[in-house]
């Protein structure tokens, strides 16, 4: 038979700059499932065809059009464009879901895809192939350990994301573990239980990737890597493991140990997960410090890391409940004078479907009926608790004025290598495109009542301004949905936790 598999990374682009971010960087985001799904195919017989979309093309001619199977995989702020796909193929071929969005909203998913996956295994894979799932089936296998192919095994999909097809600047998506021990209320992985995968099978990919792309980057993808961050390290150092690599793990995973194992590594980027001031403080391996004592814990760990690796990303969210004045932003802000060289990644917070925060924000009716294309900074879907909505945004646009303006970018490039620079330089390009947004956000806001009294969950009905938002993200794209299917993508449905 013959299988299309696709994932989709980024909304189409709009503009030069856009293509050329989408050809650098956002290519880079393929993950490891949909590769596994592609292998898994292969090695039952069938023709394939594994492709990604990182914005530039038309994303309907990425896979040919006589296939007997097509899977989907994309993240809920790029649903819509996997919906378009679905559409595309309907009646042409069986169409299946997989990935973030499926995982959260299986039901919603049906509307446009024969089938829908939650988790599987490459058992369910030969069952969905075999048509052993009638049409509008949810799928959730229940599986004691996922094995994943080797990179040796899955090279010709990893290989797709290769830049200009060097491996140079290039990553390879990689897990050495799934689920995550943390029982965060906003993480879609908040109920996952913790595997480590087999250490002999991390060994032999390193080897494989030692010999065959050492100049490749390693993007370790498991929802917190510092898990098991001394058995991967130990076997890094014992076989002289080089390959640069970058991850993300709770900064509490970081001791004085795990840095002097950091230091015999080629780590160019760690994404220490703080999250906030006022509350997560275990993660920051200081449970019981007040907002000042955490800031000063976390300078020192981050002047530590310094030592290890020339990138350190700071991750935190800025408007969960227990935000409130100016401390959050004011401590950020006040992190990044004393080590200007981070980066500091603030995301708003996102309740997806089946995370506690989701159930709890729908009891409070606090949740925004926001089309899934605004799931991604720098929109806010949820009413915040302890904020005007116009305050927020005015605190949060000063915030990202400072991080990106010249003062700030030179304090963080001063002293860098040139790649490094260059990495820095387009960041900050990107979140200006961001504060742009915010900027019109805060504009309506103050402009129109009924876009304030939406935000501020008095009125249930999609400010035009988002309408507009919307054909933009698509362009032509939009119109291969019905009025009625338009009016159900602008007013998505009441959700219920799985």
Request: proline share 6%; glycine share 4%.
């Amino acid at each position: 038979m013959k299988i299309g598999i696709l994932e989709i990374l980024t909304f189409p682009a709009s503009s030069l700059s856009e293509s050329c971010y989408g050809a650098l960087v956002s290519r880079q985001y393929s993950s490891i499932m949909p590769q596994t799904v592609s292998y898994w195919c292969r090695s039952l017989g069938h023709e394939v065809y594994y492709n990604t979309y990182w914005g530039v093309g038309n994303i309907l001619k990425k896979l040919p059009k006589d296939l007997d199977f097509v899977f989907v995989s994309c993240p809920t702020h790029l649903s819509h464009l996997a919906y378009i796909v679905g559409k595309f193929y309907k009646n042409r071929a069986i169409t299946v879901l997989g990935g973030p969005h499926a995982k959260c909203y299986p039901e919603d998913s049906l509307r446009f895809f024969d089938l829908v996956v939650k988790r599987c295994d490459k058992t369910t894979i030969q069952s969905i192939l075999n048509k052993e799932y009638a049409k509008g089936t949810t799928i959730d296998t229940e599986f004691a350990k996922l094995e994943f192919p080797s990179v040796e095994q899955r090279f010709p999909e990893i290989k797709k994301s290769f830049i200009l097809d060097r491996s140079f600047l290039s990553v390879v998506p990689y897990l050495t573990s799934v689920g995550c021990p943390n029982r965060c209320p906003f993480c879609v992985d908040w109920n996952s239980e913790y595997s480590p995968l087999s250490i002999d099978l991390i060994r032999e990919d390193f080897y494989f990737l030692s010999k065959t792309i050492p100049s490749a980057i390693i993007g370790f993808h498991d929802p917190n890597f510092g898990t098991n961050i001394d058995e991967v390290l130990d076997l890094m150092i014992s076989i002289n493991f080089q390959n640069p690599y970058v991850m993300e793990c709770s900064l509490d995973s970081l001791t004085s140990t795990v840095v002097k194992k950091l230091k015999k590594t080629n780590c160019v980027l760690i994404a220490p997960g703080i999250e906030s001031w006022t509350a997560y403080s275990q993660k920051s391996g200081c449970d019981k410090c007040d907002p000042m004592e955490k800031l000063e814990h976390i300078v020192g760990v981050l002047e530590n890391l310094k030592e290890v690796t020339n990138y350190i990303q700071s991750n935190f969210i800025f408007g969960l409940d227990t935000d409130e004045g100016d401390t959050p932003l004011r401590l950020t802000r006040e992190l990044c004078s004393r080590v200007p060289s981070i980066w500091p990644n603030v995301n708003l917070p996102m309740a997806f479907a089946g995370t506690p925060l989701h159930k709890q924000l729908m009891k409070q009716d606090r949740l925004l009926p926001m089309p899934f294309s605004f799931c991604v900074n720098p929109y806010l879907t949820i009413v915040p608790k302890n904020y005007d909505i116009e305050d927020f945004y005015l605190r949060f646009t000063n915030f990202i004025a400072f991080v990106t303006n010249r003062a700030s970018l030179s304090k963080r490039i001063q002293g860098r290598a040139l790649l490094e620079k260059i990495v820095h330089v387009f960041r900050s390009g990107a979140m200006k495109l961001d504060l742009v947004q915010m900027n019109r956000i805060l504009k309506e806001i103050r402009k129109d009542k009924g876009f304030r009294r939406f935000h501020s969950g008095e009125s249930k009905i999609l400010p035009q301004y988002y309408l507009r938002k919307t054909q933009e993200f698509f362009g032509q794209l939009y119109s291969m949905f019905s009025p009625e299917e338009q009016h159900w993508l602008l007013n998505p449905l009441t959700f219920v936790d799985q």
